[in-house]
């Protein structure tokens, strides 16, 4: 990052003691505050319900900071300048003369304020309304909100239409971390900078498309939220069809917010419904049982502390999706994600159809397509699946596959690549929405998937089970063989 003070803001935090305030948003203010990115005179008010002062939370958050931030990169001297900035508010949400306070914080509204709730999201018109009551806002301010939105259409249009009676949709920005990624980034890059993958992107040039996140942990005592989220609403609504936008958009016609999401829309509103006489081709679900992770034994997900031992929450989704549109039509892609697999891997392959005519050795055939791989967890990276002739006189015209590799954190030697939050804050402050998810986006996200889940519902048959350690369903596997191919791993 280049240093670059910017504009004073005044940052408001509800929900700051909570894990992702801890794990994420202070870590990364701690990172823009060491690369000069936080303009002198810019405050934080951390806002929570925990009764403490100010320098006893300004403590708390500096053991924080010592314990999420790598050791390589912690500077105490960094860490007591940021914490300087801190001031403390105890706050009951929903009490509105409380919201006073935070008026007399905001010392005449001479900073521009962000307005950042870490907060489940059932609280977010209470507090929008509130603010506004209380005029700590004007139509200048920034609000930062958490996706999930809703469970489902009905409740996301609900907390929308809230958030809307007070802030235009300019104003909002809605944080789907995975945006935020240095690879996901890259995405757009790769693509629209580089005619040699421009000109292939198409229905005449791939086969087929992957997506893959996997998590090799269970659900790390979320039991209360996740079981009723589950593995589709958690994943697949958030991050994985935000990636399947961004591989599968059009060129926008430039980088401005909107024309990116307007080209992401459109990917959201073509896709192919899955209805109920297609579901068992195109969809599996799973549940993972005991296993091993790690060489550990690991207890199944219905042995889970406090686990509801009838649940039929999916910790596993496999899916085919298909984009009827000019570019993607009978190209199909390939979604997976779930807990208690066998690693914690986030990639995207994208398949290249082989050259029409073949003139290597027939018993290589099965070589001859070239594949990119787009790794954006745990090393992040691209990698290029290409051909070359096997090295030695006696090989002849024998090939052999091989990688033209980037891997960020190798070439990139002498920098560290930024988190995804630090990322999104940074693009809070400047006030630039790309990064971010439209209401539009998350409506169209919300129908594709709302028809999923209902079409389970209707069906009544339980996830599939599958042992922890392993890459999801037999059922998962079976779905791609049917169309002749393997997941990557299997090839």
């Known amino acids: 990052m280049l240093k670059n003070t910017g504009t004073r803001c005044d940052l408001m935090l509800f929900g700051a003691l909570g894990d992702l305030a801890r794990r994420k948003l202070f870590p990364a203010l701690y990172q823009l505050e060491r690369a000069g990115l936080l303009a002198p005179g810019s405050r934080i008010l951390a806002i929570a319900r925990t009764r403490a002062n100010t320098r006893e939370i300004r403590e708390r958050l500096f053991e924080k900071l010592r314990d999420h931030v790598k050791a390589r990169d912690f500077d105490e001297a960094v860490a007591r300048t940021l914490l300087e900035r801190v001031d403390y508010q105890l706050l009951d949400f929903t009490d509105s003369e409380g919201f006073g306070a935070l008026r007399e914080w905001r010392d005449e509204l001479r900073n521009e304020l962000i307005v950042y709730m870490a907060t489940p999201p059932s609280m977010y018109g209470v507090i929008a309304r509130n603010l506004k009551a209380t005029r700590c806002c004007n139509d200048r301010t920034r609000v930062v909100v958490e996706k999930p939105i809703g469970h489902d259409l009905a409740s996301s249009q609900v907390i929308n239409d809230e958030l809307g009676e007070v802030y235009r949709e300019s104003q909002l920005f809605r944080i789907d971390h995975y945006l935020g990624k240095e690879t996901v980034q890259n995405l757009i890059a790769l693509r629209f900078a580089n005619n040699l993958f421009a000109s292939q992107w198409d ?123 000019w570019r993607w039509s009978g190209v199909p892609f390939y979604i997976r994600t779930g807990k208690r697999l066998p690693e914690k891997l986030s990639q995207i392959i994208i398949h290249f159809k082989p050259a029409p005519h073949y003139i290597f050795d027939p018993d290589q055939k099965h070589l001859a397509n070239n594949k990119l791989i787009i790794r954006l967890q745990p090393d992040e990276g691209m990698e290029l699946k290409i051909l070359t002739k096997d090295q030695g006189l006696d090989k002849g015209m024998r090939l052999r596959q091989g990688p033209l590799e980037l891997t960020f954190s190798e070439t990139f030697e002498a920098e560290r690549i930024p988190d995804a939050y630090e990322r999104l804050l940074w693009e809070v402050m400047r006030g630039n929405q790309y990064l971010f998810v439209r209401r539009d986006e998350v409506e169209y996200a919300w129908r594709w998937v709302d028809q999923i889940i209902g079409n389970w519902k209707d069906s009544g048959e339980p996830p599939k089970r599958y042992a922890s350690g392993t890459w999801g369903p037999v059922a998962s596997i079976a779905m791609i063989t049917r169309d002749g191919r393997s997941w990557y791993e299997d090839a």
């Open 203 to 325: 229905q005449n040039h791939i086969s087929h498309v992957e997506i893959t996140v996997a998590e090799s942990v269970g659900i790390e005592g979320r039991w209360g939220y996740f079981d009723q989220a589950g593995q589709i609403r958690d994943m697949i609504q958030n991050h994985l069809l935000q990636l399947l936008c961004l591989i599968a958009m059009d060129p926008p016609a430039d980088l401005s917010a909107d024309s990116i999401r307007d080209e992401k829309v459109k990917v959201l509103k073509a896709l192919k419904q899955i209805t109920p006489d297609i579901m068992e081709r195109y969809v599996v679900r799973g549940q993972y049982t005991s296993g091993t992770s790690d060489g550990k034994p690991v207890p199944g997900y219905l042995d889970e502390e406090g686990a509801n031992r009838g649940s039929s929450t999916e910790t596993f989704v496999a899916l085919k999706a298909e984009i009827d549109n």
